[in-house]
Each structure stands twice: as C-alpha cells, then as structure tokens.
C-alpha cells in the first residue's frame, strides 16, 4: 500500500506531499493544476521512462519518492509475494522498522535518471520490478496496452486462478523440454557429419584423459616429490645428523636427550622447590625432543633412495604437461574440460540408437505437451466464460448495459506448429455491441475502454488483494448515472485494494475515503507563472470542492446543498455496502 508520496520538480509541482490512506482515494482540483503530474510521479516510480521535459522550468531535477508499507502484502498472490521477497535480498534492501520502504526516482533536466530502493541505488528496472506486483496504473496509455493479445491473455489467466497457473507452469516446462529435444534432433541430423568429426574429437581427448587418469592437484604433488628425490642426499645428511645427535647413534658420544634427562634428574633431586619449574619445562622438553627423534626416523626410512622414483616422477610431470598443453592450464583444467567434453559428447552422439532414442523422446514430449495444452485450453474457456458473464455484469453497471465482453479462446494454428511458451491458443476479448461482435480495438472507443478496464479490475480483484490501483480519469467521457456507477465500482474495488482516482467527476470523488486537492497558485519565484500543491479535504471543505467541480457552484446555497446531498447518498451507500458483505 502507497502511504506517502512526495514529489518536487516535476510540471507545476514545485514542492508537494500526498498522505494515502486503505480504501478509495481520489485526487480532483481545477485544469492545469498538475492531477496528471501525480500519475506521472507514480509512472515514474513504477519504471516508466524518464522525460527530461517534465522537470520543472528553472528546477536541476524532479525527485519523486513513494512510501510503501509492505505489510498489507501479505494479501497478495503467494508467487507474487515470494518474487517481491527476493528482489528486496537481491538488492540487499532491508525494511524500515515500521515495515514500510521508500521508492525513489530522480530525473534530471539533462536527462539522467537516478533510481533508488530502501535508500540504495538501483537500477530503473529493479524499481519497476519491485512496483510491478504492488502498484498499477491505469491511464489512455494503458488501456491500449489492453488492446494487446498477451494482455488479454494474461487477464483470462489470471481470472483462472491457481489452477490456472499450475496448467501453464506444467505446460511451459513440457513445451520447453520439447523445444530442447527438438533442437538436438534437428541438429543430430541436419550436421551428422560435422557432428561426427566433433565427437571423434572429443573421444580422443577423453581417451587420452582417461589413459593417465590425472588426479586434482597431481602436478603440485610431483614438484614435490622431484624436489624432494632431487635434493635427497643434501636431506638425507641434514635429517641423519639431527638424529643422530638425539639418540646418540653413530659417534655421538651421548644422546642429548640422555643429556638433558640427567640434567632434569639433578634439579629434582636439589630439594629446592624453586627449580622443580625448570624441572619440569626440561623433561617436556625432552619428551618433545624423543618425539622429533622419532619423527626424524620415520623420514628417513621414507625417504626415497632409487634413482628411478626420480625418473618415474619426471616422466608422470611430462606426460601431465602435455595433456595441459592441449586442454587447460593445469591439471584441475583438463578434469573440467573432460567433464563438459563428456556433457558434450552425449549431446553430438549420431549414431542410429542414440537419433532413435531421441525421435521416441520428442514424439513422447510431443504428445505429453498437447495433454498439457489441451488442460490449459480447457481452463483459459472456463475461465473466460466465467470473465465475460462477470464483467458483463459489470458493464450493464457502468452504463454500457447494450454491450458484453466476449472472450474467444481458439487454437493458434494446426497442431504443436503454432506452440509458443504460453499456449496452444490465441486468446481475445471483443466487445458485443450494436455493431456485432468486434474486436476491443475496433468496437471501443477510449471511455468504453476505460470502462471495460475498470470492470476487468472489479472483476479480477476478486481473486487478488493488497495492491494499489491507479485510475487516470477511468470516467473520461461519461457523466450522469454512469458516473455514480463508475464511483460505486471504485468503492466496491477498493474493499480488497487500495484505489488512487484522478477524476474530474463529483459524482465519482463522493465515494471516496479520501479527498485529495491539487491546487494552484501564482508562482512567486519566476517559475512556470503556476505552483501546485496537495492538500487533503473533509467536511465542508470537500462539500465545497464538489460543488465546484459539478457546474463551479462553490459560491452558491444551491450547489452547496446539492453538493451535500451527493456526498451523504454516497457515504450512506459505502455503509450500506459494508453490512451487506
């Protein structure tokens, strides 16, 4: 949920704060007053693209930062909800004690843009991410995009539900193992011969691998022991000495051990307590000294004496090296390439069995993925009949009681030909009318299109919450009693979401839970002539902002009262909803 939003710099909002509250929230004030640089705020935080244009004359920069309490996420789809939570670890975002974070975006008149997430820099598209399950704004814009075939698609299936998206998560996992399959058999037998020549390539390799059979960190061990045969003699010398002078063997008069034991053996006996200590470090001392002793025996009996072992390591190093040459830097590097060779080898194998198996393995996944779509097509008709009826329904609601939504789900073409990663249909919405059944694109004009866009949203929320809706000017082109229904729909909505309505209409802004005004004043500091602000309004206040905005009757008992009258049918309505539910 959106609880704050600041904006400066941008259009004819020098400096403004906007408090959001749960429920339906409109935004209303006279032309030019800057409602449109809301929405574009918003645009801008959910990733839309930056227009330098739009920073405000004599301003470096617009700053635009929404404040976003996460908590009421948690009535939001599963899926959705574990995508926003790894994008906050992604970005190494952590939340505000209150469980709330702060989006931001930066635009500067030069045209640099600047995002930022949980007071960290971001890339544009991580806050589009990050808004893309929380807030969604509605404009003209956006009602084109509805006239797109994946929209309408995504709109069916997410009218579908779970089981929607358990058919679709099982089909697109088939479809792309057999798109995989396919492309292996396609290439097997479209480059047989090259892929032949490859394969010889990659078994001389791994035979040659497999022939020395090298160990990880072989080469280190053999430098070792070359060192080691290499420099016998000098080791030999050296570690003899060290042990004959502990054990007193060759001519060694007598063992320091034996030396050091009498020592110790002498300043026990002295009967003063002040060299038993030293004492007693002596005899540790040549326990430690019997242990070298005995250590130093070991590593001269293992220390290697034939010449050979020498010869033997040298030519294991040079047979390594080879092998170094041709497929790493080093031992551990021809391990790993043998491993992908082998990977890779399975991949290229063109022999009779290895095409059979894989002309069986597609033929399967073949079959296995017109199950899957044949349970996707099954669901998205179900789903878009159920749709249709119910924004149908809506729509009668909403003044447009001579026309119902259609959802034709068809194939997309002959078989698995026309398979793509979402499905074996192509999905539309047309619109029935006077004219017949046509396409959204064909059959509706820009007010109908925000209509139907309002009911698919009434509609879908059914199935959905904890999201914040933007509607800009959803009742562009209507008045009268569709107007009231277009306000009752947006109160309706707002029982499982939070609404932002930019509207021009009281009919629609007496529904609301929350009354924002844009207003405008004179700009005193030689700026665009015009600064913007937000202000939120109550009581009378709002009565006289909706006496303006029916016929600029803020003046007057009789637009006054009338403004009264509407605000009260309205919030009685609200209620009386409530108890219903």
């Not at 994946?150 to 798109?179: I, N």
Request: proline share 3%; net charge negative; hydrophobic share 40%.
């Amino acid at each position: 949920m959106l609880t704050e939003l600041r904006i400066s710099g941008l259009g004819v909002i020098d400096e403004a704060v906007a408090d959001f509250a749960p429920g339906l929230s409109v935004l209303t004030g006279e032309t030019g007053a800057g409602k449109t640089m809301v929405v574009t705020g918003l645009r801008l935080l959910a990733g839309g693209r930056a227009d330098p244009g739009r920073v405000r004359r004599g301003a470096d920069k617009a700053v635009v930062e929404g404040r976003f309490d996460l908590a009421a996420a948690a009535t939001m789809d599963s899926e959705d909800r574990h995508q926003l939570d790894m994008l906050l670890e992604e970005a190494d975002v952590e939340l505000d004690e209150d469980g709330t974070v702060i989006a931001a975006r930066r635009v500067g008149a030069d045209g640099r843009s600047r995002a930022r997430l949980g007071g960290r820099s971001v890339p544009a598209g991580t806050l589009a991410r990050f808004c893309s399950p929380v807030l969604a704004v509605h404009g003209q814009n956006d009602q084109l995009r509805l006239l797109r075939p994946d929209r309408q698609r995504e709109a069916v299936d997410s009218h579908g539900g779970e089981p929607a998206r358990v058919a679709l998560r099982a089909y697109h996992e088939t479809f792309h193992r057999w798109r995989e399959a396919e492309r292996s058999l396609a290439e097997r037998t479209g480059r047989a011969r090259e892929l032949a020549r490859e394969a010889d390539l990659l078994r001389h390799g791994l035979d040659e691998i497999d022939a020395l059979d090298p160990r990880p960190g072989e080469e280190a061990e053999l430098d070792a022991v070359i060192r080691r045969l290499t420099d016998s003699e000098e080791l030999r010398e050296v570690a003899g000495q060290a042990h004959e002078t502990l054990t007193g063997e060759g001519e060694t008069a007598e063992p320091v051990v034996n030396v050091l034991d009498q020592l110790r053996q002498r300043l026990a006996g002295a009967g003063d307590p002040a060299l038993d200590p030293i004492a007693t470090s002596i005899d540790q001392a040549v326990a430690a000294l019997g242990d070298a002793a005995t250590e130093l025996g070991l590593y001269l009996a293992e220390l290697p004496v034939d010449a050979a072992d020498l010869d033997s390591a040298l030519e294991r190093r040079h047979d390594l090296r080879a092998l170094t040459r041709k497929y790493g830097t080093d031992v551990d590097d021809v391990l790993e390439w043998a491993a992908k060779a082998r990977v890779r080898l399975s991949e290229v194998d063109t022999s009779d069995s290895a095409v059979a198996d894989l002309t069986a393995t597609v033929a399967r996944l073949a079959v296995e993925l017109e199950e899957r779509g044949a349970e996707l097509t099954a669901i998205r008709r179900a789903a878009g009949e159920d749709l249709a009826r119910r924004v149908t329904s809506e729509l009668a609601e909403l003044s447009m009681g001579g026309a119902g939504l259609v959802v034709r789900v068809a194939p997309a073409g002959e078989g698995l030909a026309a398979a793509t990663e979402s499905g074996l249909d192509d999905v539309e919405l047309a619109l029935d009318g006077p004219s017949g059944v046509v396409p959204l694109g064909r059959g509706a004009s820009g007010g109908e299109l925000s209509r139907v866009m309002l009911a698919l949203e009434v509609v879908l929320a059914e199935r959905s919450g904890g999201g914040t809706l933007v509607f800009d000017e959803v009742d562009a082109g209507v008045g009268g009693r569709a107007a009231l229904s277009i306000g009752k729909r947006l109160a309706r909505l707002a029982r499982t979401h939070q609404v932002i309505a930019v509207t021009h209409l009281a009919q629609v802004a007496a529904y609301a839970d929350t009354h924002l005004v844009i207003h405008k004043a004179a700009d005193s500091t030689g700026g665009d002539g015009v600064v913007s602000g937000v202000r939120a309004v109550d009581d009378s206040d709002r009565v006289i902002e909706l006496a303006r905005m029916l016929a600029g009757m803020e003046d007057t008992d009789t637009g006054l009262a009338h403004a009264e009258e509407l605000l009260g049918k309205a919030q009685s309505e609200k209620s009386q909803a409530q108890v219903d539910r």
